[in-house]
């Protein structure tokens, strides 16, 4: 991933993290096996409420 950006990075997540969403939603990310429905709605739930760094 670190070719298209860096999920250690909070700046690179929140840029990229509607295309990020699609992936985990589908099962395409990440790489190791499709989320969990819970894991891929807490992602959904943090850029709803705008991506807070805390």
């Not at 589908?26 to 989320?35: F, R, V």
Request: aromatic residues 12%; proline residues 7%; negative net charge.
């Amino acid at each position: 991933m670190l070719s298209h950006f860096d999920l250690w990075s909070y700046d690179d997540v929140k840029a990229n993290a509607d295309a990020i969403l699609q992936e985990v939603e589908t099962g395409a990310m990440p790489c190791d096996g499709p989320w969990p429905a819970g894991k891929v709605d807490t992602f959904r739930s943090w850029l709803a409420a705008g991506a807070p760094s805390e």
